[in-house]
């Protein structure tokens, strides 16, 4: 077995979920590679150390600089707040190292075009963690499209419901609530929350043409946790689009932070010429299925519980036995071992930094014509 010697930066939520990826992926699949847990940085050390011996890092560094340069590094996972991916993935490209760089891929699509041309000019292996598409289920639905079961697709709509910013006493900025502050996480729940369901979308129906948006900042002025003082919010707290696929399908996305009773709530739902798709997160190991040509009598929305093995649904030949289902945290362990497969074979592992370059645009596109009161805005292509 080939050892994979793993760099992870930032150690928050996502630092917590990738390592228990890489902890987890050589019990569940037969791979080539091993990832081994080398060193994690973060700027404080006695944290960073309480993580380590956690999660079964050998080392630790407070400059992830450092990190990079180590010669016993081979690829470095990006879990810090979306202003870093930039600067951190130039210099892991310039060292050659391979990357796993969070979402969204950058603050905006300039930065992302910098970083795609960086990694593909230095030849070195990258994926972006848009894990849903890494959930069975979900990926079912990609399987079920490409078979053509669905025929021509009308209409694609998907929604990222949160709750958790409507206390307008909230403060914005800092370690825990960088995503309220512009500087550190570039737009709103559009980058954070859209940005998942538009990687889902062009995986599942294509590219998207043109959008329509409308976007709004609720709370507009919160106390800054690092300055201290009351400053104006430059977030998107909501954000509501339309669009028009490539393939002559139209779109309706929405998101918020304000949907009171909402944790998590990210569904979508495809509907076809043929036959229809609906997934939910909070009910993420089901597809909900209606197929037109089912005996009228018998005609209905199926829930596929999407836990057979035997090749018969995604990943799960890996996992339980048929009926048993796996949960969020093997999104994150499916993606390790798809990156690892990626790498024995010598092919790319999508998403790669092209394709969430591709949402990045999309991204763009919402936020200028949430600016311009909705004005149709095209769409540049990765
Ligand atoms: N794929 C997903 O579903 C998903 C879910 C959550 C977050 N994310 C993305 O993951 C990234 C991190 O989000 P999170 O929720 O883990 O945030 P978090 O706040 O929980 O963790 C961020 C980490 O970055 C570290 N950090 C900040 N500045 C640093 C620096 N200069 N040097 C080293 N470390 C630094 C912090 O100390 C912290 O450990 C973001 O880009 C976010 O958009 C993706």
Redesign the pocket.
């Known amino acids: 077995m080939i050892n994979l010697n793993i760099g992870m930066?930032?150690?928050?939520?996502?630092?917590r979920a990738h390592s228990n990826g890489y902890n987890r992926v050589n019990n569940f699949f037969d791979l080539e590679y091993r990832p081994v847990l080398k060193a994690v940085?973060?700027?404080d050390k006695e944290k960073a150390r309480q993580f380590a011996d956690k999660w079964g890092y050998e080392s630790v560094e407070t400059d992830?600089r450092k990190l990079i340069e180590r010669k016993d590094i081979d690829a470095v996972d990006i879990?810090?707040?979306?202003n870093?991916?930039k600067e951190i993935a130039l210099a892991c490209a310039a060292a050659g190292k391979m990357i796993l760089c969070?979402?969204?891929l950058s603050m905006n699509g300039p930065e992302g075009e910098e970083m795609v041309k960086a990694v593909e000019k230095a030849g070195v292996p990258n994926t972006v963690?848009?894990?849903y598409r890494k959930v069975p289920a979900v990926t079912l639905a990609k399987q079920l499209i490409d078979e053509g079961r669905l025929g021509k697709i009308f209409h694609y709509r998907a929604n990222f419901l949160q709750d958790w910013t409507i206390n307008a006493d909230l403060p914005q900025g800092g370690?825990?609530l960088?995503r309220l502050d512009a500087a550190a996480a570039g737009s709103g729940v559009t980058g954070?929350l859209l940005a998942?369901c538009i990687d889902t979308a062009i995986w599942l129906n294509g590219n998207i043409n043109t959008v329509n948006a409308t976007t709004e900042t609720f709370v507009k002025e919160r106390k800054h946790q690092l300055t201290g003082k009351v400053e104006k919010v430059g977030i998107d707290d909501a954000s509501i689009f339309f669009c028009r696929f490539g393939n002559g399908s139209l779109g309706l996305f929405e998101s918020t932070r304000y949907a009171r009773g909402h944790k998590a709530l990210y569904t979508f739902e495809i509907n076809g010429e043929k036959a229809s798709i609906k997934w939910d997160l909070h009910d993420l190991h089901r597809l909900e299925y209606f197929d037109y040509k089912d005996e009228g009598k018998l005609r209905a929305w199926r829930s596929i519980h999407v836990t057979d093995n035997g090749g018969e649904h995604p990943y799960m030949d890996h996992y339980w036995v048929p009926g048993l289902q796996i949960g969020y945290e093997h999104s994150f362990v499916n993606h390790v071992a798809d990156f690892l497969e990626s790498l024995a074979k010598g092919t790319p592992c999508p998403p790669t930094f092209r394709d969430a370059l591709e949402t990045q645009y999309v991204c763009d596109a919402v936020l200028d014509s949430a600016k311009a009161n909705g004005m149709t805005r095209e769409v540049k292509h990765a």
Do not use: Q, S, V
Request: aromatic share 22%; proline share 7%; glycine share 10%.
């Open positions: 930066i930032g150690y928050g939520f996502m630092g940085a973060a700027r992830w879990c810090t707040p979306n870093l991916h969070e979402k969204p963690w848009y894990n370690a825990a960088w954070d998942h």
